[in-house]
């Protein structure tokens, strides 16, 4: 199972800033340099090198670890699986499943140091939480906190890495790996080393800041030693600088947190300004770039983007869609918007567990009242007009969406969302609403919503679902935040607006989501039935099975009263005539996908 990353964007930050506080090398048309240059503005600034973790899990991060370092399969924008150029994936045998990853002799780390099954090996441990000794390690913020000499806890996890249960076997000069699954697995393809993620963050820079060990080689096996060994006292140093120690934002002056082992490096980061990434001529792999500099401009503001673009001061930008910002691009000469279905599917999901509206505890325990108070909400959301007020202005193709799991037009769609009984959700029924919320027994229940303050889109949404949930009886409170990202799962809401952007298309991409104590199962939901059908998911190989087992996955959630899906999001790609090269696809990276096909004027 792959992850999906909130679609997380930033707080508004002026154009003007961005522009002029701090120009960029290159920036703004420096005729003087002989250097090829892209700049392309983004809404959110990186914040780590490491989006395995909770914090490092944003589409910001991904695009830039995806261009700093290759891998060993990618989509592509027809979303068929392509072979990346770390090394090579097979599967050597089925029962038991074991898959073999070998890695090219040309592949190293931007320090010299050879690419290899440490790598993998640390990003299996980290996100099998096999080696975990804690459930979950938070401070009082709600982010990971340090772990003591008797603690181990890896801030990430993977329900696919976990069916990985034995120790790796690894060649003599550490260039063969090989994973054995405790059973089939359905996405065995896609689990380790792929997409944006690539193989991690480096096993030696990790294992020499913390073992102190700086002779690359000797790090790697010892960090291996401690995980073959299960060395508490080593491991709670490694997970520590592995959950934290690559994070920042702005250039850091410890070099060793750019090591990186594809064709970009970076050479400058200013804080919320822009990230300059530069060819760099020491990679040794087969990645041919066609820009010799990438700068990423940080404009939170959508029509501040469009802006950039019509004073050529950025040359690339995939703002969120709005009608006004479809209308300004389009006006603009030499410019192409392209329009589509993006990566991103808007949802509403409830919290459990946080003494709210939707917790039983909040009714001494009574499940039975907190799930018609859930119900009850649920049939208040006004999905229809949501999509007709808000989405279809811009795209007049927008329809509701009406699975959890699948993407309308793709091959499942249409069976699962027939099976999951989501047509008893299809608007505001305020009537059906109030005979649950008197069912229940309770009155006027408050409603904390969260959602993004900067964002237009999702701040429409509220109003609309505000004024529809009113009418039935319920208190709603407002909890707009622009840093709502950092709050998911700590309880301080009762639901929340947001989108997940996928990182791959495999069918066990819902584990993460909705199976108990899963990383992104941020409303604490939990559900027997539902674990046990994920876990017949996984090992699953049939598609016409799949399907079925996804209706019934959907059915209960819905059941439930999980949440709603609510739409697909419209993606603009908005790109100046200088630039050839750029195409989209509907999974994280969107755009950067083929970063190498890139060529300007």
Not at 323 to 347: I, W
């Amino acid at each position: 199972m792959n992850r999906r990353v909130p679609a997380i964007g930033a707080a508004a930050t002026a154009l003007a800033i961005v522009l002029t506080a701090c120009t960029p090398p290159g920036g703004g048309g420096d005729s003087a340099s002989e250097q090829s240059m892209l700049n392309i503005g983004w809404n959110e600034p990186l914040r780590s090198m490491n989006n395995s973790t909770a914090n490092g899990a944003a589409v910001a991060n991904s695009i830039i670890i995806y261009m700093m370092n290759d891998n060993f399969g990618y989509y592509d924008d027809e979303l068929a699986v392509q072979d990346g150029h770390l090394g090579t994936v097979e599967k050597i045998s089925d029962d038991p499943l074991k898959v073999k990853y070998t890695f090219s002799e040309d592949a190293d780390w931007s320090d010299g140091t050879p690419v290899d099954a440490a790598d993998l090996v640390l990003q299996w441990a980290a996100k099998s939480t096999h080696f975990n000794t804690v459930d979950e390690n938070a401070n009082e913020e709600g982010e990971v906190a340090e772990n003591d000499e008797s603690t181990v806890y890896f801030d990430a996890a993977r329900p696919g890495a976990a069916l990985i249960e034995d120790f790796p076997e690894i060649s003599d000069d550490g260039k063969e790996v090989t994973f054995t699954y405790s059973k089939q697995y359905a996405d065995w393809r896609l689990e380790l080393g792929f997409g944006t993620e690539g193989v991690g963050v480096p096993a030696h820079i990790t294992a020499k800041k913390a073992l102190g060990i700086e002779d690359p080689q000797e790090a790697k096996q010892a960090l291996l030693a401690a995980l073959k060994s299960e060395d508490t006292a080593a491991l709670s140093k490694i997970s520590n600088v592995y959950n934290t120690g690559f994070d920042f934002t702005s250039m850091p002056e410890d070099e060793d947190l750019l090591v990186h082992n594809g064709p970009y490096a970076m050479t400058d980061y200013t804080e919320g300004q822009f990230l300059t990434l530069e060819k760099d001529e020491n990679y040794t792999g087969p990645t041919e770039v066609g820009v010799d500099r990438v700068t990423v401009r940080y404009i939170a503001d959508a029509m501040g983007a469009v802006q950039g673009v019509e004073n050529g001061e950025v040359d690339v930008i995939q703002p969120q869609a709005t009608t006004d910002v479809r209308k300004a691009a389009e006006a603009l000469d030499g410019v192409t918007v392209d329009m589509g279905d993006g990566a991103s599917d808007e949802h509403i999901d409830l919290s459990y567990g946080n003494n709210g509206a939707f917790d039983p505890a909040s009714y001494g325990g009574d499940e039975d009242t907190a799930l018609k108070v859930r119900q009850a909400f649920l049939k208040t959301v006004p999905r229809q007009q949501i999509v007709d007020t808000i989405i279809k202005p811009q795209q007049e193709s927008a329809v509701v969406r009406n699975s959890y799991t699948q993407v309308p037009g793709s091959p499942m769609y249409e069976g699962v969302a027939a099976a999951n009984g989501s047509d008893e959700y299809s608007g505001a029924d305020i009537e059906s609403a109030k005979k649950l919320l008197d069912e229940a027994g309770v009155s006027s229940p408050k409603v904390r919503i969260l959602y993004d303050e900067v964002n237009q889109r999702r701040e429409q949404e509220f109003t609309l679902i505000k004024e529809q949930a009113e009418k039935a009886g319920f208190e709603i409170i407002d909890e707009a935040d622009a840093n709502w990202g950092t709050r998911m799962g700590d309880g301080s809401y009762d639901t929340a607006i947001f989108a997940w952007q996928p990182t791959t298309k495999g069918v066990t991409d819902p584990d993460q989501n909705y199976r108990t104590g899963q990383q992104n199962n941020y409303g604490h939901y939990s559900s027997p039935r539902i674990d046990s059908l994920l876990d017949s998911l996984q090992a699953e190989l049939d598609p016409a099975k799949q399907e079925e087992i996804l209706g019934q996955v959907e059915r209960q959630l819905l059941d439930d009263g999980f949440g709603l899906p609510l739409f697909q999001h419209p993606e603009m790609t908005i790109y100046s005539d200088r630039v050839s090269g750029v195409e989209n696809t509907a999974v994280s990276p969107t755009m950067f996908w083929n970063y190498w096909d890139w060529t300007v004027q």
